[in-house]
Each structure stands twice: as structure tokens, then as C-alpha cells.
């Protein structure tokens, strides 16, 4: 079983990611780490022991919290037209005695990654601010880490926070551009795949009726959350009662091999640009000579996906 580090700014979809990760059977979910992002880092870190405390992990799984600010950008407004303001669609889950354990989330990191010899995975599912912390610990660090699935980025697609580029690494180009130019094994699941990848009201109507009984209360939630998030994309993309897995997917990418096919490219983030701050910019020439090599997720079996995603609950 991969041992798996989830790093996440924990709104809707971040949930959803870290609950199939716990639930999947198929990983040793060692650790989540905070960030901030889709909400303040504080309501990230409560959002993911409230998650765990669902899932009847509390107490169980660490989660370190992480950094609170880009590494060298300010964000004082966070978008709570997409995952409401709590971050969790603005339904009340149960506070959790569990607290986040001192130890910074980029220690965290730096110190499984040398412990673990080689077998961590990392899966970030938001802003990459805590990887790029935990390189500037450890410039070592890619020689320790086994992969890191990232969540992020647009290549052959349109951005979704700008017309080019994808919240995750627009939020801070600077942390993005570091990662994938650090030499770590990367593996990007972009929005060329997640948006392909949609969740219904009607896999969730099914799911009501499929699920195992201990996961009633889990699976009331994923419904009550994703109900934002469906009205979020309704007004943004004219989506239908749909929304697109792409955090899920990020975690289903690192547990499930062959579920998104992947090809090497060479990749660079743009950081100073005015149209295009945070796009994903791939040498797609025939003689590619620009960028690092990354894997980036080209193609996705979505109803596998989903069917995988939603089996385990
Ligand atoms: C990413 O941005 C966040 O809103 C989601 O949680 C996901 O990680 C998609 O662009
Ligand atoms: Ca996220």
C-alpha cells in the first residue's frame, strides 16, 4: 500500500478526496497537511480533523498545519462562492477534540520523506506553498519521495480562475514553479482531465441507497456539500446539477494505476506575466526543448473513476 501524505486547502472537493483516500483500503493515509486556499489555513486544518472525525478516524491520522500566506504574494480574499464560507458548502459537521500536532506541515513532510526512505507519495490538492517550503528545508528532498500527485495546472485546456490558468497553481506560481523545476517525480492531474471527470446528483441519489450503513452519515454530507457546489458550477459553467472530482481524482490517480493515462511533457509555470500569471505552459512543439519533465494526466477512464471513487463508501 502506497503511504500517502494528503496536503489540502480541505473545501468540497478536498473532502471528498481525503474521505475515498481513508476509505479506499488501498492506502496507508499517514498524514494530512493544511494549507490555505479555497479557505484561511486555520478553517483548512479544522475542516480536515472534522473530516476525519466523520470518517470515525479520529485521533487517528496527524494533521499538521501549513502555511498561511503564498511564498511571496498576499491573499487576504478567499473564494467562498465555491466552497461556501466554511469551506465545506456550509454544512456543520461535528467539531473533533483532535487537535493539529506542533509540528509544522513542510517538517512534517521533510521528515517522513527521509524516515520512509523513498516510499512517501505525496498527493496536493491545493495551493503548493507546503512543498515548496519543504524543499527549501531540504534541497534533498526529490531524492526522498517516491511521487507527488498534484492536483493543478490547465495544458491543452482553459484555465478556471483566469482565462489561462487553474486556481491551484495561480494561487501561488511561485511555490508551483519551484516544485517543478525541483527534479521531484511529478505526476499533474490538471483540469485537461478533472474536468472530464463529473460527479451527478444522480451517482449520489444511487449512493444513498448503496452505501454501507456505517457510512450513512458520510454520505449524507458528501450530499448536502456537493449541493454548493453543483450551484457553483450551474453559475460559473451552466453545469446541471454536476461538478467536476478534480481533488478525487488527484487521490484515485496515486491509488489506482491506469485510471488516467499520463505523458511526459516538458512543463513550466508562467510567474510574471499579466494574461497569463499561473499558466501551465507546455512545450508542445514537435522538438519540445522548454520546461521540466512532468507527467501530466492526458486522459481519464471517468466512469471507472467515479464507479471507484464512489465504491468505496
Ligand atoms: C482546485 O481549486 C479548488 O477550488 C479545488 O479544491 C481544486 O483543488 C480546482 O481548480
Ligand atoms: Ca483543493
Not at 29 to 40: L, M, W
Not at 177 to 205: N, W, Y
Request: net charge negative; glycine share 8%; charged share 20%.
Amino acid at each position: 500500500q502506497p503511504k500517502i501524505i494528503i496536503d489540502a486547502d480541505t473545501g468540497i472537493d478536498d473532502a471528498l478526496a481525503i474521505l475515498y483516500g481513508v476509505k479506499s483500503g488501498k492506502a496507508d493515509i499517514i498524514g494530512i497537511t493544511s494549507v490555505f486556499g479555497n479557505i484561511p489555513v486555520e478553517l483548512a486544518t479544522e475542516n480536515a480533523l472534522k473530516v476525519l472525525k466523520l470518517a470515525g478516524l479520529e485521533g487517528q491520522i496527524p494533521v499538521n498545519q501549513g502555511a498561511a500566506q503564498p511564498l511571496v504574494r498576499k491573499v487576504d480574499l478567499f473564494p467562498t462562492f465555491v466552497h461556501g464560507s466554511n469551506g465545506i458548502g456550509d454544512v456543520e459537521i461535528p467539531h473533533t477534540a483532535q487537535r493539529p500536532v506542533e509540528e509544522a506541515a513542510a517538517d512534517f513532510i521533510v521528515r517522513q520523506a527521509s524516515e520512509l526512505r523513498g516510499e512517501l507519495v505525496i498527493v496536493a490538492l491545493g495551493r503548493l506553498t507546503n512543498l515548496a517550503h519543504a524543499l527549501q528545508k531540504d534541497p534533498e528532498l526529490p531524492s526522498k519521495i517516491k511521487q507527488v500527485y498534484i492536483m493543478g495546472g490547465a495544458v491543452r485546456v482553459p484555465g478556471n480562475i483566469t482565462p489561462t490558468a487553474e486556481a491551484n497553481i495561480w494561487g501561488d506560481p511561485e511555490a508551483a514553479s519551484l516544485v517543478i523545476e525541483s527534479g521531484l517525480p511529478i505526476t499533474l492531474i490538471g483540469l485537461d482531465v478533472t474536468l472530464q471527470t463529473m460527479l451527478h446528483q444522480s451517482h449520489l441519489d444511487a449512493l444513498k441507497a448503496s452505501c454501507k450503513p456505517e457510512n450513512r452519515d458520510v454520505v449524507s454530507f458528501l450530499n448536502d456539500s456537493m449541493q454548493f457546489y453543483f450551484n457553483f458550477y450551474h453559475e460559473s459553467n451552466g453545469y446541471n446539477q454536476c461538478a467536476p472530482m478534480h481533488d478525487p481524482l488527484t487521490v484515485l490517480a496515486a491509488i489506482e494505476p491506469g485510471v488516467v493515462q499520463t505523458e511526459q511533457l516538458l512543463l513550466s509555470v508562467e510567474c510574471h506575466g499579466e494574461h497569463c500569471l499561473g499558466m501551465t505552459v507546455a512545450d508542445l512543439r514537435p522538438k519540445p526543448s522548454v520546461g521540466t519533465p512532468v507527467n501530466v494526466g492526458v486522459q481519464v477512464d471517468a466512469k471507472r473513476a467515479v464507479e471507484l471513487l464512489l465504491g468505496v463508501f
